[in-house]
């Protein structure tokens, strides 16, 4: 693989990090989690293309664009992990390896919140370490296409 890019990807509401229940999400801000995603890229050779939305339909058309520049995928999907069988139908149709990232353990949340589509897609899961998290998918990536 050529590409030197990572697509990041976060879902619903992750826009409103860093007033969001910052009992469950924290205090930091999906601004400040791009720029250390980017800093930690950078560190391996890797550009970050960041996207957030609201809406499932963009994110599956960042998703499908990836195929054509982009190494590998992080990805927080917010809710749409229990729901979203969409998206994990993208992960898997452009063929890129996928690190999902949760910020809280979704696992000690509401049942609910204990599937996730998307796990069963990506070759690694992170949840519940916080803002780290996307740290660690980076350095999962930047190993793995080394």
Do not use: K
């Amino acid at each position: 693989m050529t590409a030197r890019q990572l697509l990041l990807v976060n879902g619903p509401n992750l826009n409103l990090l860093g007033t969001r229940q910052p009992e469950i999400y924290g205090s930091t801000t999906l601004t400040q989690i791009e720029q250390q995603v980017s800093e930690a890229a950078a560190e391996h050779g890797l550009r970050v293309r960041a996207v957030q939305s609201n809406h499932e339909g963009v994110l599956i058309d960042a998703i499908h664009a990836a195929r054509a520049d982009c190494a590998g995928i992080i990805i927080n999907p917010g809710a749409y992990s229990h729901t979203s069988v969409a998206i994990a139908d993208a992960l898997t149709g452009v063929d890129l390896p996928v690190v999902e990232v949760h910020l809280s353990n979704i696992h000690r949340r509401e049942a609910f919140r204990h599937h996730s589509y998307v796990s069963a897609v990506a070759e690694v899961v992170i949840a519940g370490a916080g803002p780290r998290g996307y740290v660690f998918a980076v350095a999962h990536l930047a190993g793995r296409l080394s």
